[in-house]
């Protein structure tokens, strides 16, 4: 695994966060020294797959990158389901494409699209995964996005979504945010490389509180939200789709 030193050295002018080939080269390694509780939340959605893909439906992961979650759901689908990794960063759909070539053919298709979540068209859904992406769409496009799942997924089906949160309560955030960087130094990340990343995101991922994500979730119909997973300011949460109509 390529280690990531993006911003080990000093730069003039921090530019704003881009999944780009030198992100892309090092992404297994960013997320995982920069996401406390990644691999968990990754080993709870191939968990969850088993129980929620049914056979013949179509199973999504919105906002990809090198298709983690996509591989850990695949061998849980039924052959007739089509898996399907979105992504519009190309720098990732390219690395993923190659992946998933050289893998031998066995258990469901997956199809990996380059193309914007907000555009893409869900249908016939079971599970629907958005690890760590809906923080990078405009806040003002989330809830057609959380829509378009729900209206997509058929009844007794599941959306997956984690995100890097912040607190309404300041001393809350200071502390949340002082354990989360303690977490990356603890991994090998320098106050340079910390702050540099902090201000490379500052206008690209916009994390919500857990209660605004949950109330929305509410507002476009799930009858279940379940937040199941808090890790410092990372938080997963599980809706799923009643199965009689509301
Ligand atoms: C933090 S990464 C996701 C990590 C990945 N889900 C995983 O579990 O390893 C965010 C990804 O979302 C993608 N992304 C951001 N906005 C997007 C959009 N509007 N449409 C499609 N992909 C998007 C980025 O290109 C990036 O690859
Ligand atoms: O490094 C951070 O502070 C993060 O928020 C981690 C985070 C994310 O949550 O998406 C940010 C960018 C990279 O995609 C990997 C992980």
Known sequence: MTKDQIYSLPQRRVGDFTFDDAVADVFPDMIARSVPGYASILSMIEQLSSRFILPNTNVY???CSLGAATLL???QAPPDCILHAIDNAPAMVERLRSIVNAQPPSGCRI???EADICEFALDHASF???NLTLQFVPIEDRTALMQSVF???IPGGALLLSEKICFEDPLQQALLTDLHHDFKRAHGYSDL???QKRTALENRLLPETTDSHVARLRDVGFGCVAPWFQCFNFVSVLAVKSE???
Do not use: F, N, R, S
């Open 128 to 130: 629907v995964v958005i």
């Open 111 to 113: 199809q990996v699209h």
């Open 73 to 75: 759901m695949q061998p």
């Open 61 to 63: 992961d919105l906002g």
């Open 193 to 195: 490389e910390i702050a």
């Open 244 to 246: 009689q109509p509301t």
């Open 151 to 153: 209206d997509a997924l």
